[in-house]
Every structure is written in C-alpha cells, then in structure tokens.
C-alpha cells in the first residue's frame, strides 16, 4: 500500500508559494461555508510514522484555517476517567458538531496497532478491532459526516534520518521520545501490521489518503488540497451519503393485524399494600448492599426506562435510587434533542453520559427513541432507524463487553389503565403538570407505537442486553419486579 510513497514525492519552493495565497483562501471559503449551511462535520484523522511531519501538518492547518469552526483532539495513554468507560467513549465525545472539522491526531487506529505489534494482543484481537473501527466509521458516515484519513509514512532510512536530525537541533531535540526509537527498532513490524490495517479499513466511505512525509511543503499542499476538493464536493451534494432527501411521513399500521409481544403479557398480577411495603424495604436493603459492593469492585450499572405514558416509568425509577448512595448515580431524563444534540449523531448524547466505574446512570427515555417516536411521527427516514437497530446492538454490546450491566426496561400497560392514569392526573391539581396534549395525541397512535416496540424487542433484546417487559398495570407488582431484576443482574455480575 505504501510503495507509490517510496518515491519521495516534493514540491519545489516557487511552486509551493505561488499555491499557497490561493489554497489558504479557499480553505477559509469552504471553511465557512460549511460552518454556514452546517451540511455535516468533518473529522480528519491522522495517523502514521514517528517523525513524518504529522504534528507540524496539524499545526498548519491551524495556521490557514479560521480556529473558531476547527478544533484538534490528540489522544495519548488512556487516562483513570477513560478507561473507566468503553474504548469509543473518549472518541464519540469529542466530535465535532455539523459545520465544523475536528482533527483527531492518535485516534481509534493507534491502540490497536500498538498493542498488537508489542504483543499484548493476538491477530483475532487485532481483526476484531479493526471490524469495530469500521462499524464505527460506517455509522459516522452513514449519518452524513465526511471522514477525511491521512497516513503519513517515511521510508525505514528516512524515518532515521530524520530523527537524527530532530535530535540534534537544540530548539527540536523534545520532540523526540526514547519511545520513538523504540519504535523505530520495530519498524518492520509496524510496517507490516499498518498496511493490514489500512487495507482492512480503507473504505468507500472511509478511505486512507498516503502521504509521503518526506517533504514538509508536499505534505501540507496534498492534506490542504485534498480536504479543500472533498469539502467542496460534499458541499455540492444537495445530501450526503446515507442521508434522506426528506423526511418520511409517519409510519402506518399496514396490512393484517397480529398480536405483538405486548398484547400476550398478562397484566392482571398485583401485589397489596402491605405485602408491597415488605418486598420492597427487603428489595430496597438488598439492592443497598449489593451496590456498595459493586462500587469498590468498580462493576458499573446502566438502568434504560422506556414505555407507555404514564406507565410509571418515575415512580419505579424513584424505588430504585432510594437504595442507591447519591452519590453514585445519575438520572438522564431524554427530551427532544437541544440544537447541539441535532448537530452531532444521534448516539452522541448517550455516550457522552456513560458512568464512571462503580457508578450507576439511568436513562428516563433513551437511544430508543430513534426507533419509537423518531420512527413513528416521522423524524426519521426509514433509512434512518432501520440501520439504527444494528447501531444500539453495537452500542450496547461495547457497554457490556466493558463490564457493565445494562437493564433495559419496558413498562406495559393497558389502553384503559393509561386512560385512568391520564385522568387521574387531570383531577390531582399536583399531578396536572404531568399530562399533556400531546399525550393524548401519542395515545391516539397506540396501534403503530405497538408495532414499533415489538420490532425493538425482537431486534435488540440480546443476550448482552435483553428486554424485561414489565406488566405495570398495578405499580407496586413493577415497581418490586424491577428491583428485583437490578438485584439479580448485581449478585450475577459480582460472583463473576
């Protein structure tokens, strides 16, 4: 992959600064027009050989381009918050919203690389790594972010030379690290191991430029030329790859009826006061213990709420942190996404809240709204929350690969319990807050929301992260079955 860069390819100086003047304006023209229209983001990632110029290309393009709209994220060792969380968690957090370009200087390629050549990995890890690489730029991709990757590589002799240069110049001597020359001695390992991974990673969505970082004004001439002519061609589209021409009407209940999951669940158990307030102060002094030994053991918990209105998603989720020491957990309530929530993937609110070790996040609403009511009132494509049933497995596969324990609730009930409920609140002048007209207009689409949920069910009720659909007709039998299910889910994770 690397052999047409064998060639030292320059530019000479007159060449190199009669471009310049016009490249540098052109790169703050669709700079700006990009942060304008706010098309898609931009995320450059950078990678490549010690010593081939990759620090100083960052630097000058933060000298062409306007600082406001661009913004650099370099990654070294992971620190004690990072490698608390999963492997993605400090990558999704830091990308930049629709209108800017984010440069990313040791990014989701350097680890696994590195762990594999120094043989802390096998080549199984290896692959498995790059495979989740690609997952992950797919899903920036297909939600209309334009991926721009620069490997910068220097020939074994080059890469020496260059080093030894750097090392005897006073004023550059820092920049390089017994780490580099360490790394220099396994060139050929890395060599071998860097053009697997390009190959497997180089994409039609995704794909690897090669820069040969044997001179530094070729270097920056090709990485700002090449981002200016893609810039200007996503910029051209009317829509990015992946992304709908226009929104979808809402989705309809078509063709013959059949009874869903939801519709056999029996709704009729009930517990009694009295037998209520004994399970629970049991539950609730069983869940105490069993989450203050999952803090010292660092086990993190991850509570998803969803359901019907006024199924009694908080009631339940207030029993739960009643065990719980305050402060170690966190309640997420999901409303509409704000404007910087809309400018970044859907997935990116979600990330950004994951715990810490030891630590419990619950989400009053969650990323499966992307397949309930972004897909049933339409602000979604198709497109859109179809391919979103492989992206949440994929999520929460990396959340539970990392230790966690993710519970994901559904609380059901009936059409006429929800009426009840709906009218209660009306008549309790402290509860009137909680109804709206919107909820009665939710109401009126039950049969398509029906639909909806049981494709979640069946599509992302994994082994790693299954459902418990929660019969909550009667609050007290929910309320003891869903504490019940977080102790259970704590005593299986802590003998393991």
């Known amino acids: 992959m690397f ?103 040791g990014s989701w390629y350097t680890r696994p690389i590195i762990e594999y050549v120094y043989g802390k990995t096998q080549s199984a890890e290896l692959e498995e790594a790059l495979q989740r690489i690609n997952t992950f730029e797919r899903e920036l991709a297909d939600d209309g972010a334009l991926i721009l990757k620069f490997w910068f590589h220097l020939a074994k002799k080059d890469q020496k030379k260059r080093l030894k240069s750097l090392e005897r110049d006073p004023d550059k001597r820092w ?60 910029l051209a589209h009317q829509a990015p790859p992946g992304s709908p021409a226009a929104i979808l009407p809402p989705a309809v209940v078509s063709g013959p009826r059949y009874t869903t999951i939801l519709e056999t669940l029996d709704l009729t158990p009930k517990l009694d006061k009295q037998q209520y307030d004994k399970d629970m102060n049991a539950l609730q002094g069983r869940l105490s213990v069993l989450s203050r030994q999952a803090t010292p053991r660092q086990i993190s918990s991850i509570l998803v709420f969803e359901g019907w209105d006024a199924a009694g998603k908080g009631g339940a989720i207030r029993r739960v942190t009643r ?34 070790a030891g630590r419990v996040t619950i989400y009053d609403r969650s990323w499966y709204g992307r397949v309930l009511v972004e897909r049933v009132e339409g602000f979604a494509s198709e497109d859109e929350w179809m391919r979103a049933y492989k992206e949440i497995n994929d999520f929460e596969q990396q959340l539970a690969e990392h230790g966690m ?67 909550a007709n009667d609050k007290y039998h929910a309320r003891a079955k869903i504490v019940r299910i977080f102790c259970k889910a704590l005593e299986k994770r802590l003998k393991g």
């Open 175 to 234: 920049r390089v690290s017994p780490e580099d020359w360490k790394h220099f001695k396994l060139y050929d390992k890395f060599y071998k191991v860097c053009t697997q991974a390009l190959r497997a990673t180089s994409t039609g969505h995704a794909p690897w430029t090669i820069v040969e970082g044997y001179d530094a004004p070729y270097r920056y001439a090709t990485v700002g030329q090449h981002i200016l002519a893609q810039v200007e061609k996503r």
């Open 323 to 356: 065990a719980l020491d305050a402060r170690y957990y966190r309640i997420i309530p999901i409303a509409a996404p704000t404007d910087e929530e809309k400018a970044h993937h859907y997935l990116w609110r979600f990330w950004r809240h994951l715990p810490r």
């Open 3 to 105: 052999e047409t860069a064998e060639l030292r390819r320059s530019i000479d100086k007159a060449t190199y600064e009669t471009l310049l003047p016009e490249l540098r304006s052109n790169l703050l023209r669709v700079q700006n027009e990009l942060y304008e229209n706010k098309k898609c983001p931009v995320i450059v990632v950078i990678g490549g050989v010690d010593g081939a110029g990759k620090g100083e290309t960052v630097n000058t393009l933060h000298e062409w381009m306007d600082p406001r709209y661009l913004e650099t994220n370099a990654f070294g060792p992971l620190s004690d918050e990072e490698r608390e969380r999963p492997d993605f968690w400090r990558f999704w957090r830091t990308l930049p919203p629709k209108g800017k370009i984010g440069i990313f200087f």
């Open 405 to 471: 324990v993710v519970l994901k609730f559904w609380l059901h009930i009936s059409q006429d319990e929800q009426l009840r409920r709906f009218q209660e609140r009306e008549a309790t002048s402290y509860k009137q807050y909680k109804i709206t007209a919107e909820d009665y207009r939710n109401r009126q689409q039950w049969e398509t929301y029906e639909t909806a949920v049981q494709d979640m069910v069946e599509r992302t009720s994994t082994e790693y992260a299954p459902w418990h659909l929660i019969e």
